[in-house]
Nanobody, 124 residues
Framework: QLRLAESGGRSVQAGASLRLSCAAS????????VGWFRQAPGKERDFVAA????????YYRDSVKGRFIISIDNAKNTVYLQMNDLKPEDSAVYYCAAEQGSTVPILPQLYDYWGQGTQVTVSS
């Protein structure tokens, strides 16, 4: 079974950059779609970015386009989320997720595998 573990979240000032990592174990990302989601207190879990394990079919939510970059290193079995020019509204727990198949979902309910999350806090 695929297991996911996020890391890299911490508290930063607005304008800073962070790189989140999502390491897979148990299986490789081969044939999976991988995504990043975030959830702020009292809010629903929102889509951030997703892609196919091949590195194509990449999607972003509008508010992070041009600032965030999702990428994958299949040799390390790790997905990354590079976050630049962070804003206070980016503060949330960030989760990585994976779903086996040929499509790249942006709805969290379509993903079967989830990590435990990593906290990102951006102060102004």
């Amino acid at each position: 079974q695929l297991r996911l573990a996020e890391s890299g979240g911490r508290s930063v000032q607005a304008g800073a950059s962070l790189r989140l990592s999502c390491a897979a174990s148990g299986r490789t990302f081969s044939s999976y779609a991988v995504g990043w989601f975030r959830q702020a207190p009292g809010k629903e879990r929102d889509f951030v970015a997703a892609m196919k394990w091949t590195g194509d079919n990449i999607y972003y939510r509008d508010s992070v386009k041009g600032r965030f970059i999702i990428s994958i290193d299949n040799a390390k079995n790790t997905v990354y989320l590079q976050m630049n020019d962070l804003k206070p509204e980016d503060s949330a727990v960030y989760y990585c997720a994976a779903e086996q198949g040929s499509t790249v979902p942006i709805l969290p309910q379509l993903y079967d595998y989830w990590g435990q999350g990593t906290q990102v806090t951006v102060s102004s």
